[in-house]
């Protein structure tokens, strides 16, 4: 005789739909993640000596590519671009004992090292979000910092704010088809930019006749003004989890001690 199955708990089925621990870091409890990038970034902001910076900028990397989000390394692409205005820039317009001269203008060694230990303070807190914060899916970012405590309007808001682009981006993408269907080819002419304002402004008239179908949707759902986080079972604080805080604080710690030394 056949066994009858036993149905799944809400909780169990909310599982299916989390992201796969596709990296060590992955599997770690996001508030911990979250917490430990926010405590590295007011540690390392408070840095002066460049050896103490370039140590944390060597540890966020190899944390970085431990974790396996080396591919996103072309998101530090912008962040590079200031850094590089900032050390062409900041030695020339900050006073101290020159080291050179440029078409009249001298640069620095006090600003030199100035740009310098914010290129370092910038990467070292940049690449520390990417390999702790950056592999986060939207919505268990928004679930973990109403775990931490923030206050749930800020929370709703961060979750709307993420589905309203998903939805923006919809439209964006359906109306640039309909342009291409009518044969329409950018140019820089007086037409194509007139073209662009007319999208534009359709884009924001779609986007509001959207947002006000999806609040209907959900006041149609029974939405009050509150969204139920139905992950309070699945988080489970691990042993795992503690060793790394430990690990993670004994780092700090170390850092905090070699920069007073």
Same mark, same amino acid.
């Given at each position: ?114 740009a310098i230990t914010l290129l370092l303070k910038a990467n070292a807190?940049?690449? &520390?979000?990417?390999? #702790? +914060?950056? %592999? @986060?899916?939207?919505? !268990?970012?928004?679930? =973990?910092?109403? $775990? /931490? ?38 140019r820089s002419d007086r037409h194509t930019w007139h073209s662009y304002?007319?999208? &534009?402004?359709?884009? #924001? +008239?779609? %986007? @509001?006749?959207?947002? !006000?179908?999806?609040? =209907?949707?959900? $006041? /149609? ?33 170390s850092l905090i001690a070699l920069e007073s030394w």
């Open positions: 005789m056949a066994s009858t199955p036993q149905p799944t708990s809400p909780v169990s089925q909310l599982a299916l739909f989390l992201p796969p621990a596709s990296c060590w870091i992955c599997a770690r409890d996001p508030r911990l993640r979250i917490v430990a990038a926010g405590v590295f970034a007011l540690v390392t902001v408070n840095f002066t000596h460049l050896f103490t910076l370039l140590i944390a900028v060597l540890s966020a990397v190899t944390m970085l590519i431990s974790s396996g989000g080396w591919k996103r390394w072309r998101q530090l692409l912008a962040l590079e671009s200031v850094m590089l205005l900032l050390l062409l820039t900041l030695p020339l317009t900050v006073p101290g004992a020159a080291l050179f001269t440029v078409g009249g203008f001298s640069a620095s060694r006090t600003g030199l090292t100035l807190i940049v690449v &520390m979000m990417l390999a #702790l +914060v950056g %592999s @986060l899916e939207p919505m !268990q970012f928004g679930h =973990a910092l109403a $775990r /931490l405590g923030v206050p749930e309007k800020l929370v709703h808001l961060l979750l709307l704010t993420i589905r309203q682009i998903h939805l923006l981006y919809q439209e964006f993408i359906r109306l640039r088809q309909a342009m291409r269907a009518r044969a329409f080819v950018p304002g007319w999208l &534009m402004g359709m884009l #924001l +008239v779609r %986007s @509001l006749t959207r947002s !006000q179908r999806l609040a =209907a949707a959900m $006041r /149609l759902r029974g939405f009050h003004g509150r969204l139920y986080l139905l992950d309070a079972w699945v988080w489970q604080w691990q042993r795992a989890d503690t060793t790394l805080a430990l690990g993670f604080a004994l780092f700090l710690s």
